[in-house]
């Protein structure tokens, strides 16, 4: 009779094919892949001897499909700043759930970097967490960066005075009163070096800082989410 039941369970709608029981009664089964989550779901049956498909039945899913976000290693570990902390957890399938579970962490501090490997997994399966640390080198205390970015306001004024020292070099003066323009030039020059690399930003320790931090992870599946609590000690 190529009756069909559509089982709608929030936007994801899933085609069943009923078993024939009598005039008035079918019968269907609803795969647990179509109810990985609770929510509201209709169900409709269609007929093409009708012109119109039946009334929808409209209920609540208050069960379905899960999953569980645990640990299979320490959920503790101590780093050096610099170092990397890989932790080892595990997704579970429960009640026949048959989905895909998206993964993501948090930033524990500044200075670190955080992702899951796979960044998801089909159904169940094990999956890695790893929290990479900074160092805290000490920067130079002077800053190269500083001369490419002052250099042309520098230029223009150290050629000005290379001109002022040609005029005065040209000029009929004594041998003292050119080693005199010399030496100033010389100092002016210096004095426009040093205005162009700069004194300021002295350096320090930059990098991940010491300390007891929580990396949170997250699992999600459509509507439902999990998370698990990791500890980072940074020495």
Known sequence: MNSKILFKLNANTTTI?????????????????????GGDAQVTVTDPLQANPTNA???????????????TD???????????ATYTLTIAALNGFAGTVSLSCSLPATATTCS??????NQA????????????AFLPYL?????QRYWPLAAPMILVALLVLAILLSAKRTRRQRGFAGATFALVTLFLLFETVG???GGG????PAGTYTVTVAGTSGSTSHTANLTLVVN
């Open 57 to 71: 039945l409209t209920f609540v899913v208050t069960g379905g499909g899960d999953f569980s976000l645990a640990f």
């Open 17 to 37: 094919t009923p078993t024939f029981l009598d005039a008035g009664h079918l019968s269907g089964v609803i795969p647990a892949a179509a109810i990985q989550t």
């Open 125 to 136: 399966g094990n999956f890695t967490v790893a929290v990479t640390t900074t160092s805290r």
């Open 74 to 84: 320490q959920t503790t570990m101590t780093v050096t700043a610099g170092q990397t």
């Open 143 to 147: 800053q190269p960066l500083r001369i």
């Open 116 to 121: 899951a490997s796979p960044p998801s997994v």
């Open 205 to 208: 320790p930059h990098g991940t």
């Open 199 to 201: 004194c300021g930003g």
